[in-house]
């Protein structure tokens, strides 16, 4: 039997299906060195860089939190609250403490996927398990942040999800880097496992820089009732973003859904996808995607839905915004059915800004750019996402945040 | 002579190279009410569109004076800020953008809101709904007089307030119209004149194919048009007299 390593050696040099082919060898290996520190007694600059992607610097208002400066875990704690419901900490630490963890690592998402995942494998930093226990309700939010200090560096994460039978949870994850910190690759591999009657909502923000690039590979496996809800956030340019996360709906009435908002700036070359894929009685599933390409911003939205078995429903909205004549948003909704009774949609839209809302607002009386501020703020409501209130309101208030600077 | 606070001269309008306005004359005094009769796409909608500035309706010709001054090339926003509120006939529907955000724009004080709400009963919750999608005929309707009254200009514009409306709704509406009306000049587009029954209209105008035919008491325009079709028009003789001054 071969091992993982010997998979991922295998794909090495493997390209990935999408996205530009990046040599990996370019980004160095030399991370700065971090020692353990609350992450409020962090410097000023990264306090300030989290705080844009959901992360917060006092843990009152997290249940529990992971943050993880280049290979370096500094800080991981669960609130005493919630010491009965949840626990977090470095996926080194998970493996060695719990033998059982292997049957969860490279379970769904393949080692030898592509040459990201390889080097997830052969040079691993790092990253968190977080495991939500048996009926526990975790009402407040978890939050995991992983962060890069250093300029052109290489960082790659292993993260496991484990939401046991009847809990529920939300987790925030943000990605993020230091101001001097202009080049470099973070590949992430997430698998989440959301067991019998379990619901789970992950919500990632990324904020990278002008030539960083990022290769995240996730994937779910959603039992019998189970939820997951994963939202995705890109709004700072980058150089290149290319994932493809995939959810299972294993077990029967599973449910699984992709919210996802790329708002694409500058040179950025953005290729991001979600896919679910039906595979018992009941099963459900809903990707919407949000897409605004301006400057000479390219965006890919592909989806995917599979359906695998009778009396199963899922559907695809994707719409694009595109705010430059030198932007480009190519959506592509894919939907696949193997069976009768697997009942599969999809809708796309993309285009400019249309005239007509733009001169209805103006007839209310606001200036043509406010006009159009608002329309593209209107675009990334996530109030159609069916969030938890709170996250909502802290969802939106990071967008608010970015199209204020942006627009 | 009073004044005018509209006043359109020699109006001829474009679409997409198309001719859709020819000559419009208008002339609305200060405080008076006037209504516009017309057949489907006589271009009623589009001499709203024209005064309000949309590119799209290109002015080939003619003058729009409002309040003495010469809006014709002013931006829309512009217009409007100058006391000219539109309550539309097919308003587009804008994703993610909250009826109660273009409110609060328009009345910042939220109690106003609340009692607008309750006049057209509208529940609290229609303020979270992104604007126009998925609203009924009606509750167009509501929502755009929602949005004209908050708007609180002294010119106002209907453009078929009246359309697939309800009688209970009709009778809400009629009220809330008839009292903005006060002390407000209007121009108001009806095919069946339903609305007429809760304002006092001073003058009627019909316009047939871009242009006005006729002009006249309203009552009875109404029933000429009711009883002999848009016909009459083309016999009624045009009104030329000056009602009103710049
Ligand atoms: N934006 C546009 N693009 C193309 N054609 C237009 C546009 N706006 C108006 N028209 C055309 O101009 C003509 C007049 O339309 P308008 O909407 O002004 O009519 P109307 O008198 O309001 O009709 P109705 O009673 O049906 O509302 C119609 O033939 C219509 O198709
Ligand atoms: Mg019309």
Known sequence: MSTSKDDALRAINKPAAYGPDLDVNQYSRQPKNWEPCPISSLPKEILERILEVGVLPERENRAASFFQIDHSVIFRAVQSLFEDKVEIMSAREALEKYDWLKDYWWKIVSVDTDKYTALAELAWDQGYFIRIFEDQKVTMPLQACLFISTDNLNQNVHNIIIAEPGSEAQIITGCTLHSSVQRGLHVGITEFYVKEDAKLTFTMIHNWAQNFDSRPRSGALIEDNGVFISNY????PLKSLQMYPVAYCRGVNARARFNTIIYGTGTSYIDVGSKIVLQNEGCRGEIISRAIATDEAQIYARGFLQGEHGNTKAHLECRGLILSDKAIIYAVPELMAKVQGAELSHEAAVGKIAEEQVQYLMARGFSRSEAEALIVRGFMDVSIFGLPKELEREIQRMIDITTERAL | ???CILEIQNLSVEVSGKRILNNVNLQIPEGEVHVLFGPNGSGKSSLIMALLGFPAYKIVSGRIIFKGIDITSLPTNERVKMGISVAFQNPPVIRGVKLGRILSYLMPDENKIGELLVKVKFPQSFLERDINLGFSGGEIKKSEILQVLAQNGDFIVLDEPDSGVDVENLRILGTIINDALHGRSALIITHLGVILQYINANM???????????????????????????????????????????
């Open chain 1, 233 to 236: 956030m890109c709004f700072k």
């Open chain 2, 1 to 3: 002579m009073v004044k």
């Open chain 2, 204 to 246: 009627a105008h019909v316009l047939m194919n871009g242009t006005i035919v006729c002009s006249g008491s309203p009552v009875k325009i109404l029933g000429q048009i009711l009883n002999e079709g848009y016909a009459w028009c083309e016999k009624c003789p045009q009104v030329k007299t000056m009602r009103c001054e710049l």
